[in-house]
DNA sequence: TAGATTGTTAATCGATTAACAATC
DNA sequence: TAGATTGTTAATCGATTAACAATC
């Protein structure tokens, strides 16, 4: 889904070297860019919600135990992630809150907000553009698209549907990186080509389809059905489970069942 | 998330050790229950999907080359994901489609339509409520439930919105073992403590928390903020890739950014 | 100083991948 | 038989975790 940089920051004979340094500081901008590995990336929006609740309930710092179990995951884990960005919190007694939120706003890149473009207004895209969580979360929905021109006009949160065939003005007018995509699935590929076209380099894709981009465009996918799916596999093997050291006809007894029409 | 099970199926005196065999047999039901890795659990639902394409597209055969680039894999990660499902591949030849959706099926417990819950009928759970996706890949949403008095009654797609203090006696009368919470956040893990005293062990949540739940009990989260936080970080990265190596002004020139107003 | 907690190490585990023998 | 393609091996890679020295 994304690559992967492998390379060593520094060669052999390279006199810094020595130091070790968890810093990848090859952007030499100023702006430092840790290595970060992607388990970890997708870990860190969850920290951040966390560290929100703990400063919204006045707490200053925050022991990597304390944080950990309000994200889920465990205290070693935390501490491995949170060692990629540096190193900011304080033996004995934690991390300060409002220190740890400003670094990982930092590297998630959500100092700025960043506009959003939504394509699909049906169904979900009616909710997703309703949805209060982006805009409290670094994003701001900048454009709303669709290809249906009864829908054209319409305002959501006083923001109003653009038709798709002015897909190009619009991203252009907003300088737009990021898109979602809520289209039907026979519309979702060329809506991204359109929209990688204009200029958009990552992509939330909520069609259930695997979307073709050129290198350098992120696409993360949404799939409600697969969820479930997964879900499902672990209900079927709860179920036989439960059955099978005994035998028990009580298997999978709450388990609501019917024939499938496919 | 899910627990992992270690242990080996037969010890190192068992006669039928000598003859490796792929599948867990250790149900005894004449279910059989291969031990799946869950990265690859999490890959059955897109094959599925593609090969439904392919069905529909009138193939009987699927090589996995072709296979594993519908679905945006590898095909050496495609054939070892349907090795631990057994053999089912003709080599030279390719996968009997039919047959394999059978078997992934099967595997995933999609044999029987499972009914599913929706909590919350809000913005996003409207959306899920009336979302195809779900009827056409296995599942029947049984049961809608609410807090609001007002919207009550409320019939989508033939389904009437039932009062959150029923939850009991709906999940009792469904036999649901499968929920979807879309309810604000605050109300999300007593909403869970219900759902898991009714009798649910399968949980998609969509609030921005994490749940609290006994073991047995599984848990996925989908929050839409956090995808796109992890897109902003590869944004962020790119635009940092672009501007450091020549120190370029135009880096993140398209990228439309205002103060962040906490 | 004593207690608490981080940052890091090292072992382990699980997932990915290329390559190719097996075999249709 | 020749060509195609699977199923499996083995090497590699990345992620997780417990433990503990460092240190506030």
Redo the contacts between chains.
């Keep these: 889904m994304?690559q992967h940089r492998n390379e060593v920051p520094s060669g052999p004979t390279d006199p810094t070297a020595s130091v070790p340094d968890v810093r990848d500081l090859?952007?030499?901008?100023g702006?430092q860019?840790p290595e970060?590995p992607e388990a970890t990336?997708?870990r860190?929006?969850?920290y951040?919600?966390?560290l929100h609740h703990f400063a919204e309930a006045g707490h200053e710092t925050v022991s990597s135990e304390a944080l950990a179990s309000?994200?889920?995951v465990n205290s070693a884990k935390l501490r491995k992630d949170l060692s990629h960005l540096g190193s900011y919190g304080t033996r004995g007694v934690g991390y300060d809150v409002v220190v740890l939120v400003g670094q990982i706003?930092s590297?998630?890149?959500?100092?700025?907000?960043?506009?959003?473009a939504l394509v699909g207004i049906g169904?979900?895209g009616?909710?997703?553009a309703?949805?209060g969580?982006?805009a409290?979360?670094?994003?701001?929905i900048?454009a709303l698209l669709d290809a249906d021109p009864g829908r054209v006009g319409e305002r959501i949160n006083g923001l109003a549907v653009r038709h798709i065939d002015d897909l190009e003005a619009v991203m252009e007018e907003?300088?737009?990186?990021?898109a979602?995509i809520a289209t039907p699935v026979q519309a979702a590929q060329s809506v991204a080509e359109r929209l990688v076209a204009a200029?958009v380099?990552?992509?939330?894709n909520f069609a259930?389809?695997?979307l073709t981009v050129p290198d350098?465009v992120?696409v993360?996918k949404?799939?409600?059905?697969?969820?479930?799916?997964?879900?499902?596999?672990?209900?079927?093997?709860?179920?036989?489970?439960a059955?099978?050291p005994n035998?028990s006809a009580l298997a999978e007894r709450?388990?609501?069942?019917?024939?499938?029409?496919s």
């Design positions: 994304s090859s952007s030499g901008t702006q860019l970060l990336v997708a860190l929006p969850e951040l919600r966390a309000a994200a889920g706003e590297v998630l890149g959500l100092t700025h907000r960043r506009a959003v169904n979900l009616h909710a997703l309703g949805y969580g982006f409290s979360r670094g994003f701001r900048a907003h300088r737009i990186n990021i979602v200029g380099t990552s992509i939330l259930p389809c695997v350098g992120d993360r949404v799939d409600l059905a697969v969820e479930l799916q997964i879900l499902s596999f672990h209900e079927h093997r709860k179920a036989s489970a059955s099978s035998g709450r388990r609501a069942e019917e024939p499938v029409s």
